[in-house]
């Protein structure tokens, strides 16, 4: 897979998404002093090529009882890694997955918006279907300053309709060429 390389003027774009993801182009092209087209062809083409995405997130610490933790797995065979990974960064509470060095082969964030319950049956039931693992160790995030997450997908057995059918979150985004 080919990255991309951000030159300034995406960088600041990024910036400015990120200081207000609510800011019009018509003000991004006025604080940066380009034209209202390169703005808006600028944001297109990053969102078309995957590097930008643009989302709702909220912040965990003033929403009650969704709980945070990092779960450290360890592989039964390293020759799945690339499939457990994917399978993984699939389920519904996991925000993120990665293979890592050290004493894991992936490290996850796992969103529970039921709580220490939920992280539970994660842990005991959810993430046990998909095999392959030896061992996890996970560490509750007790307190947080600056993160900010997708909202958590309530798991009742079936995939969040308003979540775009895929699980966390798929779809939506801003049109950049309105």
């Known amino acids: 897979m080919k990255k991309s390389t951000l030159d300034p003027l995406d960088k600041s774009l990024v910036r400015l998404l990120a200081e207000d993801g609510r800011i019009s182009i018509k003000e991004m092209a006025d604080r940066l002093g380009v034209a209202i087209p390169t703005v808006r062809s600028r944001l297109k083409k990053m969102a078309e090529s995957g590097v930008l995405r643009t989302a709702g997130l909220i912040d965990p610490e003033k929403v009650d009882r969704v709980t945070l933790a990092l779960v450290g797995l360890v592989l039964v065979r390293q020759e799945d890694l690339e499939e457990k990974l994917s399978q993984?960064?699939?389920?519904?509470e996991v925000s993120w997955a990665g293979v890592v060095t050290g004493r894991y082969d992936i490290i996850a964030e796992v969103v529970c918006p039921g709580g220490k319950t939920d992280l539970y049956n994660f842990l005991a039931y959810r993430l046990p279907t998909l095999g392959g693992v030896r061992a996890t160790e996970s560490f509750i995030l007790l307190k947080t300053n600056g993160?900010?997450?997708?909202?958590?997908?309530?798991?009742?057995?079936?995939?969040?309709?308003?979540?775009?059918g895929g699980g966390k979150f798929a779809?939506?985004?801003?049109?950049?060429?309105e």
């Open 171 to 177: 779809g939506g985004g801003v049109n950049f060429m």
């Open 88 to 92: 993984i960064a699939a389920l519904d």
């Open 147 to 164: 993160k900010w997450i997708f909202p958590p997908v309530e798991n009742n057995g079936e995939k969040d309709a308003d979540m775009g």
